[in-house]
């Protein structure tokens, strides 16, 4: 398949993934503090990438590594810990909503520090989307009044690692394979999650005396394979074959699937969302076009 049409399935399924894992870390959280949450899904996350890529890690080289680690630390290891914070006062829904600021994390910094060219019609689809997922965010607030929008924070500062690592891998790390990067990641990851998981109280009789534990840990591995690992390598090859801009764009359609599984879970939904949707999809459009 050309990648033109590529990077739309490839577009397409990691929204389902990623606007699926919100509700995963939502349902694991009823049995797992946030800190077991973070450590749990970076150690499954490294064991299943590691066995997949581990052959391909002896063709790095050392300054590949500099720049394997700093991408390991802010699109994957820092965030699995703010995004388990966040969602212990805000809807998974909402959650995902913030999320959408990526594409404009990754349209600035790209621009500041990286000299990654976008174009005007790139620049006005990110608005519209912003503008779309604003309105989601701002009826979600209306909908749900009780919840504790400071911790948005935490998904902001999230956002602002994840489009920081887009830029650093498609400038960085181009001629690594997109397995090689997720299975180099999660090497670094590995030994910080490890060492941590002993300090959480996992291994307490407080959380294995927890009726929810079990299902907890089916939801966390669910998500470390699909959600992490394999959406890391999709998300990798993305990144090799379209413009660090419209990579990022995954985050204005993940919302659209979030809010689908809120709805079913019993969080609420308005014909006000449904329409700002449908402006995030025309934002992703314009942000696809690069003339």
Not at 79 to 86: K, Q
Not at 88 to 113: K, Q, R, Y
Not at 176 to 203: C, E, H, R, S
Not at 246 to 264: E, N, Q, R
Request: proline letters at 3%.
């Amino acid at each position: 398949m050309k990648s033109q049409n590529l990077k739309w399935v490839y577009l397409f399924v990691l929204s389902l993934i990623w606007g699926s894992s919100f509700i995963l870390i939502k349902k694991s959280l009823l049995g797992l503090t946030p800190m077991q949450l973070g450590v749990l899904r970076n150690l499954i996350t490294s064991l299943i990438l590691l066995a997949l890529g581990f052959r391909g890690l002896k063709s790095v080289t050392l300054n590949e590594w500099k720049w394997l680690a700093i991408s390991a630390l802010v699109g994957s290891f820092i965030p699995a810990f703010l995004f388990a914070i966040a969602e212990t006062e805000i809807d998974s829904a909402v959650t995902s909503v913030l999320n959408s600021l990526v594409p404009m994390h990754t349209f600035w910094l790209g621009l500041a520090f990286f000299n990654i060219p976008s174009s005007k019609r790139q620049f006005l689809g990110l608005v519209i989307g912003f503008v779309g997922s604003c309105i989601l965010m701002l009826n979600g607030a209306e909908l749900n009044p009780n919840q504790n929008y400071w911790y948005a924070g935490f998904i902001l500062l999230s956002g602002l690692m994840y489009g920081l690592n887009v830029n650093i891998i498609k400038r960085y790390l181009h001629n690594v394979k997109p397995l090689t990067i997720a299975a180099g990641n999660y090497t670094v990851i590995f030994f910080p999650a490890i060492i941590m998981l002993f300090f959480v109280d996992f291994f307490s009789e407080k959380t294995f005396r927890n009726p929810e534990i079990k299902m907890s840990m089916v939801y966390i591995t669910t998500l470390s394979f699909f959600g992490t690992a394999m959406a890391k390598i999709m998300f990798n090859k993305l990144v090799k074959i379209s413009t660090p801009v419209f990579t990022s764009s995954v985050t204005y359609v993940m919302p659209i699937v979030a809010l689908m599984w809120g709805f079913l879970d019993g969080e609420r939904f308005s014909l006000v969302q449904g329409a700002a949707s449908f402006v995030i999809l025309l934002g992703v459009f314009l942000v696809h076009k690069r003339q």
